[in-house]
């Protein structure tokens, strides 16, 4: 049985009991819609955030470094992906993260296959897959996020593109390792948990937004709106869909309710995904951050390496599903 | 007491050093609060994520933004 049947019929009898908005009506549906998906998305919310962030204190990338540096090639770029789940990726953090990686040896491809997870597979994403379109969905986005992660990663390291890495990037040199206090068990429950408040407090206002014009497609756009202009049948729903989602730094949290909506109305889930990983994975911010360390060159590469993979996780899904 | 606020200016450092000024004013002890910048020296802590907190030239705090409160704890 589904677990969050219980909380499905509690809103039914409030929406339709107490509020006295009949069943079919459209008001009444989206009404319904849209107060069952913000409690189960909370839900959802908060215990894959703090799982996630409980992980994430065994993972800072001052001790996985050395554990990278070490790695057969391909082998080191599954691990640098599988790592790169569980790390969010802060624009604060970016340029540190990259220069303490390639100083302490490890090869640039692993590197890349790190700083790509990253962004491209998080949490608050993949909460909000499950809540709207089931686990299954949740799982197929970190699946094809870790392997676009790892092959691109692997291709970028097979070019051999240390030369445009940024000169001084190599001059850098870290006189010692950082170590902090053991953390306590305590410590790491209660630092998951504040990461957990944190997260949630800054994104639900997204995620209701997003809900609420989700909910508002859901019950007053017609169906098959989309499913003329960017159906299967379009050859270039997919590439249009990662071109735009490129520069584009939306909050994954608040887009996703809205793409599930549009799904509905005809939107092709491999098209959607790719839309939602272009947003997440690659953006102008992160570009301008990017090229302090990086040349134009590289940069360019990259984002070209990752927005093709894509691509073809995009095709790949409409073919299949 | 020698306090360094390690980060290269995103929103996180900025918060970071507030509150390392407020624990500091909170406490009343005498410390110096420098924020370190430049990406060269922010690595020579042997740190990777921002931002970091330095006391007394010993990391005792990277990759979080310490509330007042978990600061104070360093400055005893």
């Known amino acids: 049985m589904d677990v969050f049947y219980p909380i499905q019929i509690s809103v039914n009898w409030l929406v339709h009991s107490l509020f006295n908005l009949p069943q079919g009506s459209i008001f009444g549906e989206a009404l319904n819609f849209f107060i069952y998906d913000s409690i189960k998305i909370l839900i959802l919310l908060a215990v894959i955030i703090f799982v996630v962030s409980y992980i994430r204190t065994y993972l800072a990338p001052e001790k996985v470094k050395r554990f990278l540096s070490r790695k057969f090639e391909f082998l080191g770029n599954m691990t640098a992906a599988t790592i790169g789940i569980f790390t969010p990726f802060c624009s604060c953090s970016a340029v540190p993260l990259f220069i303490g990686l390639v100083e302490s040896g490890v090869p640039l491809g692993v590197t890349f296959s790190y700083l790509i997870a990253a962004p491209l597979i998080n949490e608050v994403a993949a909460a909000l897959l499950w809540g709207l379109f089931g686990w299954k969905i949740a799982l197929i986005y970190v699946a094809s996020g870790w392997i676009i992660s790892v092959v691109a990663g692997f291709i970028l390291g097979k070019m051999h593109l240390e030369k445009y890495v940024e000169e001084y990037v190599y001059k850098i040199k870290m006189k010692k390792q950082a170590v902090l206090d053991k953390k306590l068990q305590k410590e790491r429950v209660s630092e998951a948990w504040g990461e957990t408040k944190s997260i949630i407090r800054k994104v639900f206002l997204y995620v209701l937004v997003g809900i609420a014009l989700g909910a508002f497609i859901h019950g007053y756009a017609p169906e098959n709106l989309l499913t003329q202009i960017a159906g299967k049948g379009n050859w270039f729903a997919v590439p249009v869909a990662v071109l735009i989602g490129v520069p584009l730094y939306a909050n994954a949290a608040g887009m996703i309710p809205i793409v599930s909506s549009l799904i509905e109305k005809g939107l092709p889930l491999g098209t959607a995904l790719a839309f939602m990983m272009a947003v997440t994975a690659l953006s102008l911010p992160e570009a301008i951050i990017l090229r302090k360390v990086m040349k134009m060159k590289l940069l360019i590469i990259y984002f070209s390496i990752v927005a093709l993979g894509i691509m073809f996780i995009g095709y790949l899904f409409n073919f299949i599903l | ?76």
């Open chain 2, 1 to 76: 007491m020698k306090i360094k606020v390690l980060g290269s200016g995103c929103p996180n450092c900025k918060v970071l050093e507030a509150n390392t000024k407020k624990a500091v004013e909170e406490l009343k002890i005498k410390a110096s609060i420098e924020k370190v910048t430049d990406i060269a020296k922010i690595m020579e802590y042997g740190i990777m994520s921002t931002p970091a907190l330095v006391v007394n030239e010993k990391v005792v705090s990277y990759g979080k933004v310490l509330s007042s409160d978990e600061i104070k704890k360093f400055l005893k």
